[in-house]
């Protein structure tokens, strides 16, 4: 969604009793992927079961680190999160991340982003801006996203349905997809 799209959406939304929950904070998450992309690729293809490996940290907010796989299956989507030591950490960057669907995984690109978090109606909408993606092995091959991302959480317990009908059009957004494409000029 443009910048000037997003400005209008959220006075849409400001109207209709948007509340902040949680103070803006920075998200920094390093990827991870097979040597053949096929993280990417399964994401691409709409390929189920299929999986997202990344490390997540508030640098900002906290000294904390995450390891967290997404998983979208027939059954739904989730996410597991396991809090990680620096030691962990590094250890993941330097050795990669064994996945028995995708092998050994290696860090290939970094995501960083300001995220705002809302409720509207008993629903939780977060808000990405400033959205940065950087080839992980180097540093000064990056991209800057132009567009932002509303995205209706959903684990929430609301009407779901009308805040979909306010905020209007439905897009798949993937981060990780999109970084790959961009800097790495990969298609399916």
Same mark, same amino acid.
């Given at each position: ?20 929950? !949680? +103070?803006? *904070? =920075?998200?920094?998450?390093?990827? #991870?992927? @097979? ?7 399964? %994401?691409? &293809?709409?390929?189920?079961?299929? !999986? +997202?490996? *990344? =490390?997540?940290?508030?640098?900002? #907010?906290? @000294? ?7 998983? %979208?299956? &027939? ?8 809090? =990680? ?104």
């Amino acid at each position: 969604m443009t910048k000037l799209n997003s400005f209008l959406l959220f006075k849409k939304l400001n109207n209709n009793g948007l509340k902040e929950i !949680y +103070k803006k *904070r =920075i998200i920094k998450s390093i990827y #991870f992927d @097979n040597i053949n992309l096929s993280m990417f690729i399964d %994401s691409e &293809e709409g390929i189920r079961p299929r !999986y +997202k490996i *990344r =490390i997540r940290e508030y640098p900002n #907010f906290s @000294n904390e680190y995450f390891l967290e796989k997404k998983i %979208s299956s &027939e059954e739904g989507r989730f996410k597991t999160t396991n809090k =990680i030591t620096l030691s962990n950490k590094n250890q993941f960057e330097k050795n990669g991340y064994f996945s028995k669907k995708y092998g050994v995984c290696k860090p290939n690109i970094i995501v960083v982003y300001q995220r705002s978090y809302y409720t509207l109606k008993n629903v939780r909408i977060t808000f990405d801006e400033n959205i940065k993606y950087q080839d992980y092995k180097h540093n000064n091959n990056f991209f800057r996203e132009k567009n932002n991302v509303f995205e209706i959480k959903a684990d929430s317990n609301g009407n779901i349905e009308e805040i979909e009908n306010l905020i209007g059009s439905k897009n798949r957004f993937s981060k990780y997809s999109r970084g790959i494409i961009f800097l790495f000029n990969q298609t399916i």
